[in-house]
């Protein structure tokens, strides 16, 4: 069975720091796009970062760029997403998923990702 379980999400004061981690489970997840999702209260779903383990490729929406790092670790199968410099408009739940399909990196698109973790809440205060 394949699975995401994210976690790292807290309360924390805006220019904090959080990490958070979505460990896979059930499939080979270096063929994979491994992306982190956010959606803040009464807004869409929109997509924050993405890697490929397979080539280490990364890439970040314009809104995280220089603030949030995606790294990977093939050992345990874990993506994570280091988010520095938090703001109050960070404050969102934060999913990870997991898509196989061949429109690139900088596609952050819902229905291109198959499977999802259950989120994991991020809150900022300010």
């Known amino acids: 069975e394949m699975q995401l379980v994210e976690s790292g999400g807290g309360l924390v004061q805006a220019g904090g720091s959080l990490r958070l981690s979505c460990k896979l489970s059930g499939f080979t997840f270096d063929d994979y796009f491994i992306a982190w999702f956010r959606q803040a209260p009464g807004k869409k779903r929109e997509g924050v970062s993405c890697?490929?383990?397979?080539?280490?490729?990364?890439y970040y929406e314009d809104f995280v760029k220089g603030r949030f790092t995606v790294s990977s670790d093939d050992a345990s199968n874990t993506v994570y997403l280091q988010m520095n410099n938090l703001k109050s408009e960070d404050t969102a739940i934060y999913y990870c998923?997991?898509?196989?399909?061949?429109?690139?990196?900088?596609?952050?698109?819902?229905?291109?990702?198959?499977?999802w973790g259950q989120g994991t809440q991020v809150t900022v205060s300010s």
């Open positions: 998923a997991a898509g196989y399909h061949d429109y690139g990196i900088h596609a952050l698109i819902e229905t291109l990702f198959d499977y």
């Open positions: 890697i490929r383990p397979h080539d280490g490729g990364k």
